[in-house]
């Protein structure tokens, strides 16, 4: 399957709420890294967590641009809608751009992760001040929790120790 073409049935299959064509679309142990609802894997786990999107949302609409990929990495450009169906704005327009990230194998997706302003969305869920800062202070810490940062940290503090024994006061 060409890579556009697994984009299209991605968004279509989130738009309408079709869990089994979505989960199709990974491998068996594929993962769905969700910016709001976190890592899920297993087909099983990512059809459950796509119907989350719809007990929450309708009218969703998931456009992707710029696509890039290889045999066994794709990148592409998206923005994102829905409808809230949450108490705090149901009926208003939710709308955020991203970056998509999926790992591929054999035409399937075997890993899928984003990054886009959460921020962003929460504000137009109309969450009050205190809910964004807890809900985004929770990312932070899982984030800041992850092998890469952790990784690029470790880094950091060895050459900020090797540049201070460099120092003459």
């Known amino acids: 399957m060409e890579f556009d073409d697994l984009l299209e049935r991605f968004a279509s299959a989130a738009a309408t709420g079709d869990t089994a064509g979505f989960a199709a679309l990974f ?5 769905y890294d969700d910016g709001f609802f976190g890592l899920h894997r297993g087909r099983a786990a990512i059809a459950a967590m796509l119907a989350r999107f719809h007990v929450g949302g309708e ?6 641009f710029e696509p890039l990929a290889t045999e066994r990495l794709g990148y592409a450009r998206y923005c994102f809608s829905y409808r809230s169906k949450e108490k705090e704005s149901a009926g208003a327009l939710v709308v955020f751009e991203g970056m998509a990230r999926l790992q591929l ?3 399937l997706i075997a ?17 009050d001040a205190p809910r964004v800062h807890k809900l985004l202070g929770r990312y932070v810490q899982a984030w800041r929790a992850g092998d890469a940062v952790r990784e690029h940290l470790r880094w950091r503090e060895e050459q900020e120790a090797r540049a201070s024994g460099f120092r003459s006061d």
């Open 27 to 31: 491998t068996v142990d594929g993962c």
């Open 59 to 64: 009218r969703f609409r998931w456009q992707f």
């Open 105 to 107: 194998r054999d035409s």
């Open 111 to 127: 890993g899928y992760a984003e990054v886009f302003d959460r921020g962003m969305a929460f504000v137009q869920l109309g969450y």
